[in-house]
């Protein structure tokens, strides 16, 4: 529904396709036609520019109760993101089906959400080349090229993104789990909300460690978290070597603007 707002406001692409709203308020999962269908859609009207599509991140405050379990004690460190992904090896399966048949029909990249390790990763491309070789011998076309990225958005995958980065295409760092498990503020707690700083140095030393990180490997770093669509942070970002924000389709001619009036020289001094 975003799609027309966001290319009358002068988006390149999409960063973030949040995938779980489509398994939102139904008590079944989409089958697999059905997120094709989906991501088709996206791909078709957001051509020839890229879209982005991240992994089923149910859990945490993304309670979907028809698949979630309800009974963690400490949600946000559960089953949540990728973790309930390798757990649930059908809907996974089904769900990299859909995005591998969609990349057949548009730039598409595929990412994963709240990564923490490198055994974790190894096993989602695992199951990335595994949903390839069926779809292989049932003749059905996808991208072979399609660029495979994580988010990051756990300080573990921050303070290990040099191994990581060995493994994937392209880092999207999610600011708003990054900075909740960084500083250790729930990102939804109101009563503590002031203590929830995207400046704060611990965070900014984070942010520089990823970026250096992606820079060695050549790699690219993107931000999807909503640090990237605030102006006050846009200098900042630059200069770090953040090379793609993504934001909320409103947010984007104000990000522009002063990307458009900075010198990048600038901006890493
Ligand atoms: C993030 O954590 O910054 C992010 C973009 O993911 P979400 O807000 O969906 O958790
Ligand atoms: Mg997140």
Redesign the pocket.
Same mark, same amino acid.
């Given at each position: 529904m975003e799609i027309s707002l966001a290319l009358s406001q002068g988006t390149e692409g999409v960063g973030l396709m949040r995938s779980e709203f489509l398994f939102m308020g139904r008590t079944e999962p989409p089958d697999e036609d059905e997120q094709f269908s989906a991501y088709l859609e996206v791909v078709e009207r957001m051509a020839p520019h890229p879209v982005t599509i991240r992994t089923l991140?149910v859990g &945490?405050d993304k309670f979907v109760p028809e698949i979630n379990l309800s009974d963690e004690m400490n949600p946000a460190m559960g089953l949540r &993101?990728i973790r309930f992904s390798l757990n649930e090896k059908q809907m996974f399966n089904v769900q990299l089906r859909a995005i591998l048949r969609a990349s057949a029909h548009g730039p598409v990249r595929v990412m994963f959400?709240?990564i923490t390790g490198v055994a974790e990763l190894r096993e989602c491309l695992m199951r990335l080349e595994s949903a390839k070789n069926e779809l292989r011998q049932e003749g059905v076309a996808f991208d072979e090229e399609m660029p495979v990225g994580i988010?990051i958005?756990t300080p573990s995958a921050a303070l290990i993104a040099d191994q990581l980065a060995r493994h994937v295409d392209f880092f999207s760092i999610?600011t708003?789990?990054l900075i909740q498990y960084c500083l250790a503020v729930d990102r939804a707690n109101e009563h503590i909300a002031y203590l929830y700083e995207p400046l704060h140095p611990a965070v900014l030393r984070a942010l520089s460690l990823i970026c250096e990180a992606a820079e060695k490997n050549g790699i690219a770093v993107s931000m999807c &978290?909503e640090m990237a669509g605030d102006p006050l942070y846009t200098l900042i970002l630059l200069g770090l070597g953040i090379s793609e924000l993504s934001m909320n389709p409103s947010g984007i001619p104000r990000v522009k603007r002063i990307l458009r009036q900075v010198d990048k020289a600038v901006s890493e001094e």
């Open positions: 991140d &945490g &993101g959400p709240m988010m958005e999610g708003n789990d &978290g």
